[in-house]
């Protein structure tokens, strides 16, 4: 069976620079917390929990030394009590995302009403929200925004959270631009490295007999990539490690390809090829 690995496979620029400084920060040796997971790959926390860094839920957890801001940024009013309590940030917030977090600002202060295309439940999103206090909408899909309740003569600003697909995002620009608010401005907020990502993986699994993606379930930037290739490629399957690997999967597989989330570190793309080895050892 023949292997082929998307061209963008691992972690992106800005996990890559969170681990980084987070390791950084964990070799000095001072009590170390970050507020939620860093980043969201289980095996890259748990190994970084190892090397000393506690991952809380609440500020209130958060009772000495400093605390790492996660690649997907944080609420100003959060980081504000974090100060406030005397406890130090690193602050690893992807340039990205920081991006999308001035331009959110900005546009809510010239009076305009924020939509972001986006999961609200995710941390990137919760504090995005936040940098737009006056009013502000998060929509999932084109559905949601068909619900919004906007006004004829709103000004409206359309920005996206940094792993959206840009077809999602154009088909809520769409729909919004459908019921004419009188003014309307968009930014394309979406990270070149996820867009590019996707781009590829949907590439690769028209090529394929089975895809293969391999990411955190809990990240926003994988679920997408899985998305985008289930809708080319049945076989295709969501893992966050070679132990999810099922057997029935490669029935009459020639080729698999393999996509991963900018969270997942090369290490466990190199186990998922590995197993895969053995299993077409076992099946052939
Ligand atoms: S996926 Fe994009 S926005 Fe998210 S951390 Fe990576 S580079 Fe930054």
């Not at 400084?21 to 964990?26: D, G, P, V």
């Not at 439940?121 to 206090?133: G, Q, R, S, T």
């Not at 996707?198 to 089975?210: F, I, P, S, T, Y």
Request: proline share 2%; with cysteine.
């Amino acid at each position: 069976m023949k292997i082929v690995l998307a061209e963008k496979t691992g972690f992106c620029f800005g996990v890559k620079r969170a681990v980084a400084m987070a390791e950084e920060a964990l070799g000095k040796k001072e009590p170390i917390c970050s507020l939620g997971s860093i980043i969201h790959n289980k095996q890259v926390v748990r190994d970084l929990s190892r090397k000393g860094l506690k991952v809380v839920k609440n500020i209130d957890d958060i009772t000495e030394g400093t605390v790492v801001v996660s690649s997907h940024g944080i609420s100003p009013k959060v980081a504000k009590d974090i100060v406030k309590r005397g406890i130090k940030i690193i602050d690893t917030t992807c340039p990205f995302v920081l991006n999308a977090q001035k331009i959110a600002k900005r546009l809510s202060e010239k009076g305009y009403v924020v939509v972001i295309v986006g999961d609200s439940k995710h941390p990137e999103v919760k504090a995005l929200v936040d940098f737009a206090p006056k009013r502000v909408f998060v929509v999932k899909d084109k559905h949601q925004a068909v619900r919004l309740r906007l006004k004829k003569d709103d000004r409206v600003s359309i920005i996206s959270q940094t792993t959206q697909s840009m077809t999602n995002f154009l088909d809520v620009v769409k729909t919004i631009s459908g019921y004419a608010p009188k003014e309307m401005t968009i930014f394309n907020t979406i990270c070149h490295d996820a867009e590019n990502r996707q781009e590829r993986a949907r590439q690769l699994a028209g090529k394929v007999d089975l895809m293969l993606v391999v990411g955190g379930r809990d990240s926003a930037n994988t679920k997408r990539l899985f998305e985008v290739c289930k809708k080319v490629l049945d076989n295709s399957h969501l893992l966050e490690s070679e132990g999810e690997l099922k057997e029935k999967w490669f029935e009459s597989v020639k080729t698999a390809g393999i996509t991963s989330g900018a969270s997942t570190p090369e290490w466990v793309i190199k186990k998922v090829v590995k197993k895969i080895g053995s299993i077409s050892r076992k099946i052939s």
